[in-house]
């Protein structure tokens, strides 16, 4: 464990996820820019089995290609017409997902690189239902970075 005593890192108690788009107005302090839940920040990378010439005991493991699956956002439906009409633009653009702590500081952040929504989908409307209004982005990309806000990750 690093640290000096007393310097131990717990999980927050409370969590609040954000997006900030390079120059399309999406930022922290916009109201578009706050979500209940994230998903599909994960990466996998192949494994290519490479049978070398005169070894017959074992194959090698080689990298293959890096899969990033999309970025799922879910919020409050407000109206706000910022995600739709970027999702309607068909524009790419470079941006951040993160995680801000209780005192609204960011936590970690993960920079993702050509994304563009691929799929927007607004609330179910049911008036039997007692449910929020919820707002869904899908954003594909090609990568992103794990940053902290110390930039020790």
């Keep these: 464990m690093s640290g000096s005593p007393g310097t131990r890192k717990d999980p927050l108690t409370t969590f609040l996820f954000g997006l900030s788009l390079d120059g399309d107005g999406i930022t922290l302090q916009a109201s578009t820019a706050f979500f209940k839940s994230v998903s599909g920040l994960k990466s996998e990378t192949e494994v290519v089995d490479y049978q070398e010439g005169g070894v017959n005991e074992y194959t090698r493991k080689l990298q293959g290609v890096t899969k990033w699956p999309n970025i799922v956002l879910k919020q409050g439906f407000t109206g706000d017409l910022t995600l739709y009409n970027w999702k309607m633009s068909r524009k790419r653009t470079n941006g951040s997902i993160f ?52 930039g020790d990750l």
């Design 99 to 150: 995680i801000l702590g209780p005192n609204l500081k960011k936590v970690a952040e993960w920079r993702f690189t050509n994304g563009w929504p691929v799929k927007w989908e607004g609330p179910e409307l049911d008036a039997s239902k007692n449910e929020l209004a919820i707002e869904t982005v899908e954003i594909a990309h090609e990568g992103w970075e794990l940053k902290s806000a110390s």
